[in-house]
């Protein structure tokens, strides 16, 4: 690897043990072994560097949930929609770095235009990847009204669920706490009886 390459794993290092708001230049330099001039040489500034570090951590973070969602497990007697948050839930506990830093994107994105930009089209395909998986249809034959009613809740769903388990896992709910919630809410009023 080159200085350009060291410093983008050094700062993804740095990113994940001290998050986006406690990082240096000189932490980057230190996880990186590189010197601080090669910041500004390769990436112009350490804000530069750490966006392109978020946008691959991101990119990281979506291969993860995806081989998790995806991969043979000890799950398969298991009903699809167990599976999923029983898959969704291990991945967060494996991956806890990866999942505190797309919270930590989301906030830093309202301040980075490139990182929002980034973000919004991961939205995107995060909602199509998520219909196809609850639909158990190829993503390109899927209509945009299911993605943007599917998907979205789906990742609504995903998001309150990650938020709990990264906030307060002793009392986060399981993956069958969930899917009983699930199955309440679609059985009719809960509100208001």
Known sequence: MGHREDLLVGAKRALYEKGYANIT???IVSASGTNLASIGYHYGSTKALLTAAMISSMEDWGEAVGRALSEPDGDGDAEPMLRFWRRVIRSIQADRPLWLASVEALTQSEHDPALRAQLAAGVHEGRKGMTALV???PEDELEEAT????GAVQMALMSGVV?????DPATAPSAEEVVAGIRAL????VLGQ
């Not at 938020?163 to 906030?167: A, Y």
């Not at 679609?186 to 009023?189: C, I, N, S, Y």
Request: no cysteine; net charge positive; hydrophobic share 25%.
């Open 163 to 167: 938020t709990q388990w990264l906030t």
């Open 147 to 150: 993605v943007r009613t599917v």
């Open 135 to 137: 639909t158990g249809r």
């Open 25 to 27: 230049a000189r932490d």
């Open 186 to 189: 679609g059985r009719g009023p």
